[in-house]
């Protein structure tokens, strides 16, 4: 406990004599802490976006074998309009 109120002692003596006001660097303190909150913001929105373009892109394989088999059918529904005319 002694050490630890040593330790406190140290440290708001180093506070005192930095030249800054405690207020300052509580103001950019908070300010820090606001701009790390902003960047965490930005990264998860776009691990979001990662999660998206990953999921867009596992699926495509599927989505371009889905549209390939259904060109033909769209040739034979046209042809088989065409011949009822």
């Known amino acids: 406990m002694e050490d630890e109120f040593a330790a406190y002692m140290d440290a708001s003596a180093l506070l005192d004599g930095c030249g800054i006001s405690r207020e300052r660097l509580s103001r ?5 802490y606001q701009d ?8 998860r929105a ?7 373009c990953q999921a867009i ?6 989505m371009e074998k889905d549209i390939a088999s259904s060109i033909p ?7 088989e ?5």
């Not at 909150?37 to 930005?42: K, P, Q, R, S, V």
């Not at 776009?46 to 998206?52: A, D, F, P, W, Y």
């Not at 309009?81 to 005319?85: A, E, L, T």
Request: hydrophobic share 25%; glycine share 6%.
């Open 57 to 62: 892109r596992e699926r495509t394989p599927r």
């Open 28 to 32: 950019e303190k908070a300010k820090a």
């Open 36 to 43: 790390i909150a902003d960047i965490n913001g930005e990264i």
């Open 73 to 79: 059918k769209e040739r034979e529904v046209t042809k």
């Open 46 to 52: 776009v691990r979001k976006e990662i999660s998206l």
């Open 81 to 85: 309009h065409g011949k009822r005319r």
